[in-house]
């Protein structure tokens, strides 16, 4: 998993970010697992923040994935253009 991802669910827009923890060791890598919705002209609903081991995250992104989520480019903060 890449420093940063995505994942949207079409039906609803409920959007979840999964970042790393620049604080975990790299021995044992852990993710922030932000859930929200964005909101267009508002600053996006966020819901709830996790705090996950790398292999917990990746299972969640698949299961998502099979629920028929899909990959999307960043919703909300600084990597958003404009």
């Known amino acids: 998993m890449k420093k940063q991802a995505w994942i949207q669910d079409p039906k609803t827009a409920n959007t979840m970010r999964f970042h790393q ?3 975990s ?3 044992h890598p852990m993710y922030f ?3 929200g ?8 609903l966020l819901k709830t ?4 081991r ?5 299972k969640l992104w698949r299961e998502l994935q099979g629920q028929g989520w899909k990959q999307v480019d960043p919703q909300w ?3 958003v253009d404009v």
Do not use: F, I
């Open 21 to 23: 923890d620049p604080k």
């Open 37 to 44: 919705r964005p909101l267009t002209g508002e600053p996006p």
């Open 49 to 52: 923040r996790s705090h996950m």
């Open 25 to 27: 060791w790299s021995a």
């Open 33 to 35: 697992v932000d859930s």
């Open 54 to 58: 790398r292999n917990d995250a990746r």
């Open 77 to 79: 903060g600084a990597d």
